[in-house]
T-cell receptor, first 115, second 112 residues
Framework: AQSVTQLDSQVPVFEEAPVELRCNYS??????LFWYVQYPNQGLQLLLK??????LVKGINGFEAEFNKSQTSFHLRKPSVHISDTAEYFC?????????????FGQGTTLQVKP | DVKVTQSSRYLVKRTGEKVFLECVQD?????MFWYRQDPGLGLRLIYF???????EKGDIPEGYSVSREKKERFSLILESASTNQTSMYLC???????????FGPGTRLTVL
């Protein structure tokens, strides 16, 4: 069975500081990997995704993530955060074998950016 | 732009009531999903549908049913609402053969 673990439930950080949100996954088959963001009182929005090719993926709003197959990780990073980045972030994997489009989500990480 | 809409942003119901949550997407997507979101648990899949009148159970289907009579609409039904179904409900859709899901704004349901 596949699973996703987000190692931090909350990450407080000061404005303009760098941030890393950690995600590890478990799967016996190849997967696609996703990061979604949920701003307060909104649905989820796709931040970036890894399907194949370069292991460094760039997304919207200056975020990027690196796929590391040997460590089964897909950590999200931003070199300098803004107050507006305060949100909940979800890591997800899909099962390439199932062809159902289903995603398995992690527990979420709340990023709190302080002035 | 894909648009996924949900019938209500906030809903308050009483224990035992039958509750309908509606979701509509406007991009002709084959796949549609219902999740519930609870603090510390992330998103958990309740049901999904990959075609009209087709449905499959997700990870937590107990106490819920779904209906998909038209391609653009996917309804979640709580036959007899209970207080432990108080939660945020999120609908999503995706194109067949792809994995990127597009989400609605969510319905926060409170069962008293």
């Amino acid at each position: 069975a596949q699973s996703v673990t987000q190692l931090d439930s909350q990450v407080p950080v000061f404005e303009e500081a760098p941030v890393e949100l950690r995600c590890n996954y478990s799967s016996s088959v190849s997967v696609y990997l996703f990061w979604y963001v949920q701003y307060p009182n909104q649905g989820l929005q796709l931040l970036l995704k890894y399907l194949s090719g370069s292991t460094l993926v760039k997304g919207i709003n200056g975020f990027e993530a690196e796929f590391n197959k040997s460590q089964t990780s897909f950590h999200l990073r931003k070199p300098s955060v803004h107050i507006s980045d305060t949100a909940e972030y979800f890591c997800a994997v899909s099962d390439l074998r199932s062809n159902t489009g289903k995603l398995i989500f992690g527990q979420g990480t709340t990023l709190q950016v302080k002035p | 732009d894909v648009k996924v809409t949900q019938s209500s942003r906030y809903l308050v119901k009483r224990t035992g009531e039958k509750v309908f949550l509606e979701c509509v997407q406007d991009m002709d997507h084959e796949n549609m999903f219902w999740y519930r979101q609870d603090p510390g648990l992330g998103l958990r899949l309740i049901y999904f549908s990959y075609d009209v009148k087709m449905k499959e159970k997700g990870d937590i289907p107990e106490g819920y049913s779904v209906s998909r009579e038209k391609k653009e609409r996917f309804s979640l039904i709580l036959e007899s609402a209970s207080t432990n179904q108080t939660s945020m409900y999120l609908c999503a859709s995706s194109l067949k053969g792809t994995d990127t899901q597009y989400f609605g704004p969510g319905t926060r349901l409170t069962v008293l």
